[in-house]
């Protein structure tokens, strides 16, 4: 008989996702959402909890935290958790990607009564 492949982090034995996060199941910020980027501030130092340091060797680049989660085989409750630790000791910084201005997504109004003069010639 053939089992399914366990998928990891919603397969795993929930005591190894309650160790991971020493029990709680909510992060301390509301810093993370699924696109906010993630930076390393330094790199992992000995003793630290495994996942803590690979995601700062993962986010020498900005990283979203959905990457993370995906990288890590974690849900993304619980990578917000491990990013929420490592913000408030500094190890890491999080921001959300910036949207463009409206005047930057619109093309120069010279450009558009070029446009309107062209139509007007057909």
Known sequence: MNRPR????RDDAPDRLYTLTQGRSRSDSDAFDLVT??????????????EH??????????????????C???????VRILLSDLLATGRIS???????RVADRLPAP???EQV???LRNL
Not at 37 to 50: A, D, I, K, R, Y
Request: with cysteine; charged share 15%; hydrophobic share 50%.
């Open 110 to 112: 010279d450009i558009l």
């Open 37 to 50: 980027l993630v930076v390393s501030e330094c790199e992992p130092t000995l003793g630290m909890q495994s």
């Open 53 to 70: 340091a690979t995601i700062l060797r993962m986010c020498t680049l900005p990283t979203a935290v959905v990457e993370i989660a995906a």
């Open 72 to 78: 890590l085989g974690l849900p993304v409750g619980i």
């Open 94 to 100: 999080a921001r959300h990607p910036r949207v463009a």
């Open 6 to 9: 366990p998928r990891p982090g």
């Open 116 to 118: 309107l003069v062209g």
